[in-house]
């Protein structure tokens, strides 16, 4: 079990307009992707479900579902449906019914809070509506469709115990990348082959400084909500978590930043990379 961090948030409201049309009535993070069930063949889980068993797996029980206009499916997907079971179960589907119930049994032993943005506006303002979930408690944020595969999900174990070592006030996940101009961008100091401390974040920059990009996984502690209310819309009118960060670097707060280390980012950000990501996840 975690030691401190106990709440996690995902947010699950984004319009996912770079894979319309099936976005039009589906939830982006609701989209499949191949994995292994719990009898060895393949199957096929949603993104959402599989961050939402990563985290239970590394000992999360309480969550906080950032969801928007349209994102009635999420929460229909999180509430068990035990007759459902038991119906697979008359009709001897057994294996599909032990997948099920083996998920849901996780969702039954967890507190699942579901939040509504009302309008999309960006990232920032997603995780500020968490605000009342998570109180005065440090908080881990993983964005509903931004999955990282890594053995014992040690992505989510070297971040908090980065977190914890160095009493940091953000920590988030990076890793280096051939076009910096998509992603939001750090510039920092390296003290270890896995470990920067930050002095920059910028989100999809012009000229970028790097090429380490920032992964939408970060852990926080509430000091993160007074730099997003201080924050004004964008060009695009949305609040970004990015510029949130370099408010708390501004004011001399410590952030850093963990490089993932052997493990594999799954992004579905639009139809091309969906495709990629299928296709690696089968070959997983």
Same mark, same amino acid.
């Given at each position: 079990?975690?030691?401190?961090?106990?709440?996690?948030? +995902?947010?699950?409201?984004?319009?996912?307009?770079?894979?319309?049309?099936?976005?039009?009535?589906?939830?982006?993070?609701?989209?499949? @992707?191949f994995f292994r069930s719990k009898s060895g063949k393949m199957c096929l889980k949603p993104v959402l479900q599989s961050v939402f068993e990563q985290l239970?797996?590394?000992?999360?029980?309480?969550?906080?579902?950032?969801?928007?206009?349209?994102?009635?499916? +999420?929460? /229909?997907?999180?509430?068990? /449906?035990?007759?459902?079971?038991?119906?697979?179960?008359?009709? !001897?589907?057994?294996?599909?019914?032990?997948?099920?119930?083996?998920?849901?049994?996780?969702?039954?032993?967890?507190?699942?809070?579901?939040?509504?943005?009302?309008?999309?506006?960006?990232?920032?303002?997603?995780? $500020?509506?968490?605000?009342?979930?998570?109180?005065?408690?440090?908080?881990?944020?993983?964005?509903?469709?931004?999955?990282?595969?890594?053995?014992?999900?040690?992505?989510?174990?070297?971040?908090?115990?980065?977190?914890?070592?160095? /009493?940091?006030?953000?920590?988030?996940?990076?890793?280096?990348?051939?076009?910096?101009?998509?992603?939001?961008?750090?510039?920092?100091?390296?003290?270890?082959?896995? +470990?920067?401390?930050?002095?920059?974040?910028?989100?999809?920059?012009?000229?970028?400084?790097? !090429?380490?990009?920032?992964?939408?996984?970060?852990?926080?502690?509430?000091? +993160?909500?007074?730099?997003?209310?201080?924050?004004?819309?964008?060009?695009?009118?949305?609040?970004?978590?990015?510029?949130?960060?370099?408010? @708390?670097?501004?004011?001399?707060?410590?952030?850093?930043?963990?490089?993932?280390?052997?493990?594999?980012?799954?992004?579905?950000?639009?139809?091309?990379?969906?495709?990629?990501? $299928?296709?690696?996840?089968?070959?997983?």
């Amino acid at each position: 079990m975690l030691p401190t961090i106990k709440k996690a948030v +995902i947010p699950a409201a984004g319009l996912g307009t770079r894979l319309l049309p099936i976005t039009k009535e589906m939830p982006k993070e609701m989209l499949p @992707l191949f994995f292994r069930s719990k009898s060895g063949k393949m199957c096929l889980k949603p993104v959402l479900q599989s961050v939402f068993e990563q985290l239970h797996g590394t000992g999360f029980r309480d969550f906080c579902i950032i969801v928007g206009r349209g994102k009635r499916a +999420i929460e /229909d997907y999180f509430t068990p /449906d035990f007759g459902f079971v038991q119906y697979l179960r008359s009709k !001897k589907k057994t294996k599909y019914a032990e997948e099920l119930q083996e998920f849901y049994n996780k969702v039954s032993s967890s507190v699942i809070n579901f939040v509504n943005q009302p309008e999309p506006k960006g990232l920032g303002d997603a995780v $500020l509506r968490a605000k009342t979930f998570t109180g005065e408690e440090s908080f881990l944020v993983h964005a509903g469709d931004d999955l990282i595969l890594s053995k014992g999900n040690d992505h989510l174990k070297m971040l908090i115990k980065a977190f914890e070592k160095f /009493d940091a006030d953000a920590a988030f996940l990076v890793e280096l990348v051939e076009d910096p101009r998509n992603y939001g961008i750090v510039e920092g100091d390296k003290l270890s082959e896995w +470990i920067y401390r930050v002095k920059t974040v910028t989100e999809k920059p012009k000229v970028p400084r790097s !090429k380490i990009a920032v992964i939408a996984v970060y852990v926080f502690k509430p000091t +993160i909500y007074n730099e997003i209310l201080r924050l004004k819309p964008d060009k695009s009118k949305e609040i970004q978590l990015t510029d949130a960060i370099q408010g @708390l670097l501004n004011r001399g707060f410590k952030v850093y930043a963990v490089k993932l280390k052997d493990g594999k980012r799954i992004d579905i950000g639009a139809s091309e990379r969906y495709w990629e990501a $299928l296709n690696i996840t089968y070959k997983l």
